[in-house]
């Protein structure tokens, strides 16, 4: 492999800098040259690629978003418009890439090898953790401290007025964020797409915590169940003498310097992906950890493992937040 490019697509997640860097800077170790990619599929097929060297990735290890853009390119669902892209890659002579994003990312990326037999090796690239083949995400473990950071304050603000709150969390319809956050911030209660909501569950824990003399109740809400002002409504309609707010964090959970956590899964997963390219039968594959371990499967494997919810580390946070 003389020469591969390097995207990131879908939502940006901190870590794919660490990633883009490390990817850049391993691959010129092994005398292969990298492409840029701009704004993922989008700039494939628009012809958006540059020449990268070492200093095109200075002093980028440290913040969120990403330096190559991202986009979302839904026009890459058609075989016509991949060709487009297949084309570019030939004329810049880009012989295996490396994609940093998620599932719909991957989507893309399996579609491209199996049209054009183009090698590529993905890097799990999401806060949302919602790759099951993987234990984490890029992205993941930094938007976890967020939130928590935010949970910290909205606690200290709510305890001194005697209140509730909603903080409603992103994770499209996986609720890791909110479990892992809730877990960690002390949540008395956790909402996630995974487990059905029982309103009357919520209403009385609300109302066993006033009675235990909690002053102060947080109700973590993944964005997957329902939006923070319909909970809301629906707590005062039940007791409506409760002080409640809302908070939606929204994009600050998404942007921020990095984790030393994902800076490291960043410097990992970009090596094993030099090194997959390096191989003459690479195909196309996506890179991941398991059990602290490295590890590598082709597109096909991981997209077919079944979602998984950690249940007993659900049950966990919620005994704890009694
Ligand atoms: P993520 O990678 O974070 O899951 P998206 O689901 O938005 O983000 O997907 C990112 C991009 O990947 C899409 O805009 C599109 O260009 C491409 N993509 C997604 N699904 C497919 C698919 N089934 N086939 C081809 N390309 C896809
Ligand atoms: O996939 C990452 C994510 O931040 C989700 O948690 C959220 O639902 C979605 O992207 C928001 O996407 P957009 O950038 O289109 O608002």
Redesign the pocket.
Known sequence: MRRIGVLT???DAPGMNAAIRATVRYALSCGIEVYGIEC???GMVKGNVFPMDSRSVSDTIQKGGTILKT???????QKET?RQAYDVLQAFGIEGLVVI????????M??LYDDFGVPCVGIP??I?NDLAYTDYTLGFDTAVNTVLSAVNNVRDTMTAHNRACIIEVMGRKCGDIAVYAGLAGGAEIILVPEIPMDLDKVVKTIKQDRIKGKNSVIIILAEGVCPCATLKEQILERISDLSIRTVKLGYIQRGGAPSMADRILAAKCAVKAVDLLKKEDCGGKVVGIKNNEIIDLTIDEALAVPRRFDKDLYKVATILGK
């Open positions: 697509s879908g939502g993922g599929y989008d986009a979302r390119c839904p026009e890459f669902l991949r994003g998620g599932d719909g990312s991957f989507r893309g399996k579609d690239g999401t949302d």
